[in-house]
C-alpha cells in the first residue's frame, strides 16, 4: 500500500472508520439562470415557476445538519438468510453549494467527527449529489463496480432533474431522473429504481450480495430534510439478478448548528481546488467513454482512502493543489478501466483474484 495509504489512516482513515461513511466553502451565484433547454411539442419546458420551486428545493438541502441514518431489513426471499440487525447511528454533517449554474447544482458533504478531548475534532469529506435539469445523458451503475454511459430521450427527461450520487473521493456511484412533485405542502422528488453499489455499512462487512436497486425519496421538511429509501439487495452473477431481501432506509437531516462547522469550512477552503481537479477528471472519464469501471470489487477503500490521504497533504500544507491534485489523478487511472468485461466475468474474477488475495476485498 502506498504512503499517502498509510498517512490517511493516521487522521482520515481513523475519522472515516469512527464516523459512519454510508458510503464549506463560499458558494457560487445561486441566483437562478434562465433555462437553456429547447421547446419541443414533443416534450414542453416547465414554467418559470416550478423550475424556481425545483431549485429552491434542491437548495434547502444545504445547511448544517444532526443526521440520522436508520437502515432495517424487513423480508428475506432466500429460505436460509436471516434478516440482520437494524443498523442506526448519527453523524454532524455540513452540506454547502460549490457549484451552481442554474439548471446545473452540486452539493457537497461534510461530515465533522470527534468530541475535541479524546477524539480531536475532523472534517471528512463524505458524498457529493449533483442536480442536472433535464440531461441528455446519464450514468448508470450495472453491477461490478461498472457504470455505463445511457441516453435519455427528451421526453424521459422533460421537466425533470437527475439527481448524480458520488463517492467521498468522488468517483460515480448512481443516478437517476425523476420531476420534483411540490403538491400537498411540501417538495418531493422519487425516483424509480435504479441500481448502486453497496453501501460501506454492507461493502466492508458482508459479500453475500452485488447491487441494491433502489428507490429514493427527498423530501423537504420543516426542520431540514429526508431521505427515504426503498432498497432491494440483489444478487448478480448468474442469468438474472436475485433478490435476496427487501430493506428501509430513513436518513433524517434535522437542521443544528452545535458542532464546530469551522472545521469542515476551513478544510474546503484549503482542498476545494483539489477536488475539483479530481471532479473534472471523472467528468472527462464519463465524457470520453460509454463503459468504465475499477479494477477492484467490493468496497473501493484501497482507491479512496489514497485520494483523501493525498487531500490531507494539501490541508497540512505539505503538498500544492496542483502537485496533489497530478498524484491523486495518477492514482486514480491506475484503479479505472475503459474497457471492462461484462459483471458475470468481473464477479467471477474478483471472487478468484480474492481468493488469491490480489483484489481488495
Not at 269 to 293: L, M, P, S, V
Request: charged content about 25%; glycine content about 6%.
Amino acid at each position: 500500500m502506498k504512503t499517502t495509504l498509510i498517512k490517511s489512516g493516521i487522521k482520515a482513515g481513523a475519522a472515516l472508520c469512527a464516523a459512519v461513511m454510508l458510503a464549506a466553502c463560499n458558494t457560487t451565484n445561486q441566483n437562478s439562470a434562465p433555462m437553456v433547454a429547447a421547446q419541443t411539442e414533443a416534450a414542453p419546458q416547465i414554467t418559470a415557476e416550478k423550475f424556481e420551486a425545483d431549485r429552491k428545493a434542491i437548495l434547502a438541502m444545504t445547511g448544517d445538519y444532526k443526521v440520522r441514518f436508520d437502515f432495517q431489513e424487513t423480508v428475506s426471499f432466500k429460505s436460509d438468510y436471516a434478516l440482520k440487525e437494524r443498523y442506526v447511528t448519527g453523524a454532524h454533517e455540513m452540506v454547502r453549494v460549490i457549484e451552481d449554474t442554474g439548471e446545473f447544482i452540486s452539493l457537497q458533504h461534510i461530515l465533522v467527527v470527534g468530541d475535541g478531548e479524546k477524539v480531536p475534532f475532523m472534517p471528512i469529506k463524505h458524498w457529493r449529489q449533483d442536480w442536472q435539469f433535464e440531461p441528455a445523458e446519464i450514468m448508470d451503475f450495472i453491477g461490478a463496480n461498472t457504470w455505463v454511459k445511457r441516453q435519455v430521450s427528451t421526453s424521459e427527461r422533460a421537466g425533470k432533474w437527475a439527481q448524480i450520487v458520488y463517492q467521498v473521493d468522488d468517483a460515480p456511484r448512481y443516478a437517476a431522473i425523476a420531476a420534483w412533485d411540490h403538491s400537498d405542502g411540501t417538495a418531493v422528488w422519487t425516483s424509480p429504481k435504479s441500481w448502486r453499489p453497496l453501501p460501506r455499512r454492507d461493502a466492508t462487512k458482508r459479500d453475500d450480495y452485488h447491487a441494491i436497486a433502489a428507490v429514493n425519496r427527498h423530501a423537504i421538511t420543516p426542520t431540514g430534510w429526508v431521505h427515504e429509501q426503498d432498497n432491494a439487495k440483489l444478487v448478480l452473477g448468474g442469468d438474472q439478478p436475485e433478490l435476496l431481501v427487501h430493506e428501509i432506509g430513513v436518513n433524517t437531516y434535522e437542521k443544528f448548528d452545535g458542532f464546530k462547522t469551522e472545521i469542515g469550512s476551513e478544510y474546503w477552503a484549503k482542498t476545494k481546488d483539489y477536488w475539483k481537479a479530481i471532479r473534472d477528471e471523472w467528468n472527462d472519464i464519463f465524457a470520453a467513454n460509454t463503459r468504465f469501471g475499477l479494477t477492484i470489487q467490493g468496497e473501493p477503500e484501497e482507491l479512496y482512502m489514497q485520494i483523501l490521504g493525498i487531500a490531507t497533504d494539501v490541508e497540512e500544507g505539505n503538498k500544492s493543489g496542483r502537485e496533489a491534485a497530478d498524484e491523486a489523478i495518477a492514482v486514480l487511472h491506475s484503479y479505472v478501466t475503459t474497457n471492462p468485461g461484462s459483471v458475470r466475468e468481473r464477479l467471477h474474477e474478483g471472487a478468484d483474484n480474492a481468493n488469491g488475495e490480489a483484489y481488495s476485498r
